[in-house]
């Protein structure tokens, strides 16, 4: 008799320890005894990196997110030479290029250097490095929490489904977000991440020329640089201060003067209205969300425990 009931618990155990070795939950400390020295070497190169040009910044922010949409935060949009990297390089969300990859690269190198072998991730290198690059352009502070692990293989999903376009309108935008579990404030918090970086003249050039809901001085100042046809590639910022984490971003919005379809749209008649002017009079309101949302994007379906592996050239599948 006395046996059953601690067979089962000892079962119950055994299942719960299975249970946790496939699930851990992300923490802030989980490098605190692994290995102290990666996140301050982290922290040193994106520092270097922003500083020698302010739009990396923007850049390494972007392949956390996209990186994140596509499959969940598992470094999959680093692999290379697969049908991984092209789709995601081409895909129509992509609001520039995909760029700031050689900077990952370095980041690897420096941090497994200093921790004497790889045991830092590389979807972790890129939550850390997204965190550090609005830090460095002045923005919040929030806490990344870490553990996940990489893919082995490349994202079978196309990025052109999954990915915000430029030229979404607030329902599609509400509900890209929502497929990921994120709600429209957080779709609001983390369009804020434009208040950073440049966009291409070929992603504004239709709202630029055809819009009705944009401010007429702005869409002729916009056009001097970016012409009808040709011109693709020229940039111009998303606000007025596209190396500083402000809140310029928001104010530009109530003024008709976002600069893709799809950042108007945060600011057309629609339920985001009033948190777009809540955000553009209160950086504190605007920095608190923006941290919590990050944080909630970086919980995207992160493979944990011994799923995946720790990638030793971010580039390819060890």
């Not at 490098?31 to 922290?43: E, F, M, R, T, V």
């Not at 923006?290 to 970086?298: C, L, P, V």
């Amino acid at each position: 008799m006395g046996m059953a009931p601690r067979f089962n618990f000892l079962l119950h155990a055994f299942l719960c320890l299975a249970l946790a070795t496939t699930s851990f939950s992300l923490s802030p400390k989980f490098y605190d005894n692994l290995c102290p020295q990666a996140l301050p070497a982290i922290k040193r190169i994106v520092e270097a990196a922003v500083h020698r040009e302010p739009r990396m910044g923007a850049s390494l922010l972007r392949l956390h997110f996209h990186d994140c949409f596509v499959n969940g935060c598992d470094g999959s949009l680093l692999l290379d030479s697969t049908s991984a990297f092209e789709i995601e390089k081409n895909a129509r969300g992509n609001f520039n290029s995909v760029r700031g990859f050689e900077v990952v690269d370095q980041i690897k190198a420096e941090v497994d250097r200093v921790c004497g072998r790889p045991v830092v991730s590389c979807a972790d290198i890129l939550a850390v490095a997204a965190r550090d690059s609005v830090l460095a352009l002045g923005g919040p502070r929030w806490k990344v929490r870490l553990g996940r692990r990489d893919s082995t293989t490349a994202m079978e999903e196309d990025a052109d489904s999954v990915l915000p376009s430029a030229s979404m309108d607030l329902p599609a935008l509400i509900s890209n977000f929502k497929n990921q579990g994120l709600n429209t404030r957080d779709l609001v918090a983390l369009s804020g991440g434009h208040t950073i970086g440049l966009s291409q003249c070929v992603i504004f050039r239709n709202r630029i020329y055809n819009a009705t809901n944009i401010d007429p001085a702005f869409a002729k100042e916009r056009r001097a640089t970016c012409p009808r046809t040709g011109g693709n590639t020229n940039l111009a910022p998303f606000d007025p201060t596209p190396a500083r984490f402000d809140t310029a971003y928001f104010k530009n919005l109530v003024k008709e003067r976002g600069l893709l379809t799809s950042d108007q749209a945060l600011f057309s008649g629609g339920s985001t209205d009033k948190l777009v002017e809540t955000y553009s009079k209160n950086l504190d309101a605007f920095w608190v969300d923006f941290g919590k949302s990050m944080i909630k994007m970086g919980n995207i379906k992160p493979l944990t425990g011994n799923q995946g592996q720790i990638r030793v050239n971010c580039k390819k599948v060890n």
